[in-house]
C-alpha cells in the first residue's frame, strides 16, 4: 500500500482539481499496488493542525472542469515559518509530526514561490516532496508555464474586450488593472491579446507624461477609445527612484483603491479626457480552467506522479521549451521568473505601437 499527501497552498486558480486529478488517477492506474489519498484542508494549516480527509480516488473524477480547490487553501508565509503560531505551536515540527504519524509515502503540494520555499524546507528536514507549479502569475522560476496563467489570461483579456465596446460607444480612457504585483506576466498577455494601447508592468517603470502622450496619438489617430492595461504592480520611474522608506509612506498614504485609479485620475488631469477604471480583480482566479490549463495542469499532475513512481522526490514538474522535466527544489526556491524587459514578447508589443510608458 502506498500512501500519498495533497495539499494546496497559497492564492488559488483555476487549474488546482484537474492537477490533483492527474495524480491520483495516474497514480491508480500505474502504481504496483493500491494507493491511499490523504487531502490536507487549507494547505500546509492542514499539515500543521492535522486536519485531512481520506480521499476517494473516484471523487476526483468529475473535477477537471471545476474551479478552486476541493481541498480548500491558505497562505502560510514561508518568512513566519519558524514563528511559532500563536498558540505556541512549532509548524515545520508539526508538519514533520503529521507526515511521519499519516506514514505518508510522499507528499504532492500545489503551490507558488512562498509555498515550494516551505516545500524546500520541508524537503531539507527529510520529508519525501514533489511541487507542481501554481500560480495565476505565471511567475514560479524554473518553468516556462505555471497553472492557472492561460485562464488567467483568458478572463483579463475577456475583461478588456467588453470594456472596449463600452469605452468605444463613449470615446472614453480606460486604466484596467490586472493582477500582478511582482511581476507583469498576466499584463502583458492580456494587453497583447486585448489590443491594448499601453502596458504598465513592475519590470518597466513607467513616466505618467509618456502613458498620456501614448493615448492621445492613438485618439488622435482616429482610434475610437484607448485602453491602458495596469498591473497591480505598476510602478513609475518616479516611485522606482524614491529611497524604499518614503516610496513605503508614499503607498501607504493612498487614498485610492488601488493603483489603476490613481493613473487614471492623473491621465484624466493631463489629457483632459475621460478616464475610468475597471479592475476584474479575483474574476481573474475563478470559474473554470479553460483548455490549455486543462492539458498543461494534466500534464504536470501525471508526471509528478510518475516521477513518484520512480522514485524521485525533492523537485519541482516544470516545462521548458515545451517538454516536460523535473527541476531540484534547491534550483527553485526564491527565486522569481520576471518578464524579460528586452523580451520578445515585449518587442513585438512595442512594434505593434503598445507603450509601456518609458519611451
Ligand atoms: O495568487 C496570486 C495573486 O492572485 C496575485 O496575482 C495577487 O496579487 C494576489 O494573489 C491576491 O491575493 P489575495 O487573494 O490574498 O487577495
Redesign the pocket.
Known amino acids: 500500500m502506498l500512501r500519498i499527501g495533497l495539499l494546496t497552498s497559497?492564492?488559488?486558480?483555476q487549474a488546482l482539481n484537474a492537477t490533483m486529478r492527474a495524480i491520483v488517477r495516474t497514480l491508480v492506474n500505474r502504481a504496483p499496488e493500491p494507493v491511499e489519498v490523504v487531502g490536507f484542508e487549507d494547505g500546509y494549516q492542514g499539515l500543521i493542525y492535522r486536519r485531512f480527509r481520506m480521499m476517494d480516488p473516484a471523487g476526483f473524477d468529475d473535477v477537471l472542469a471545476r474551479g478552486g480547490t476541493i481541498l480548500g487553501t491558505s497562505?502560510t508565509p514561508f518568512k513566519r515559518l519558524d514563528i511559532p503560531e500563536a498558540d505556541g505551536v512549532d509548524k515545520v515540527a508539526a508538519m514533520k509530526r503529521t507526515y511521519a504519524e499519516l506514514g505518508l509515502d510522499c507528499l504532492f503540494m500545489l503551490g507558488?514561490n512562498g509555498s515550494t520555499k516551505t516545500a524546500h524546507r520541508l524537503a531539507r528536514e527529510g520529508l519525501r516532496v514533489i511541487a507542481l507549479p501554481k500560480?495565476?502569475?505565471n511567475d514560479t522560476w524554473g518553468t516556462d508555464l505555471t497553472f492557472?496563467f492561460t485562464s488567467?489570461v483568458e478572463v483579463a483579456t475577456r475583461c478588456i474586450d467588453d470594456i472596449r465596446t463600452t469605452a468605444s460607444s463613449h470615446g472614453r480612457v480606460f486604466a484596467v488593472e490586472v493582477?500582478?504585483?511582482k511581476v507583469g506576466w498576466?499584463p502583458l498577455y492580456a494587453a497583447v491579446a486585448g489590443g491594448a494601447d499601453a502596458c504598465l508592468i513592475p519590470e518597466i517603470p513607467y513616466e505618467i507624461d509618456k502613458v498620456a502622450a501614448a493615448v492621445e496619438r492613438r485618439l488622435d489617430a482616429g482610434a475610437a477609445c484607448a485602453i491602458v492595461v495596469v498591473a497591480?504592480?505598476a510602478v513609475s520611474r518616479a516611485e522606482v527612484e524614491m529611497p524604499k522608506k518614503e516610496y513605503k509612506r508614499a503607498v501607504a498614504a493612498r487614498t485610492s483603491p488601488s493603483v489603476a485609479y490613481d493613473i487614471a485620475r492623473e491621465l484624466g488631469a493631463r489629457t483632459g479626457r475621460e478616464v475610468r477604471t475597471a479592475v476584474p480583480g479575483?474574476t481573474?482566479?475563478g470559474g473554470a480552467p479553460d483548455a490549455q490549463d486543462r492539458v498543461f495542469a494534466t500534464q504536470c499532475g501525471v508526471e509528478a506522479a510518475l516521477g513518484f513512481l520512480e522514485g524521485a522526490h525533492g523537485f519541482m514538474v516544470a516545462q521548458r521549451e515545451g517538454r516536460m522535466c523535473r527541476v531540484p527544489l534547491g534550483e527553485v526556491a526564491g527565486r522569481l521568473k520576471r518578464v524579460d524587459p528586452e523580451g520578445d514578447l515585449v518587442r513585438e508589443a512595442r512594434a505593434l505601437g503598445v507603450s509601456f510608458g518609458d519611451e
Open positions: 497559497g492564492g488559488d486558480c497562505r507558488g500560480t495565476i502569475d492557472g488567467a493582477m500582478g504585483h498576466i497591480e504592480g479575483h481573474q482566479r
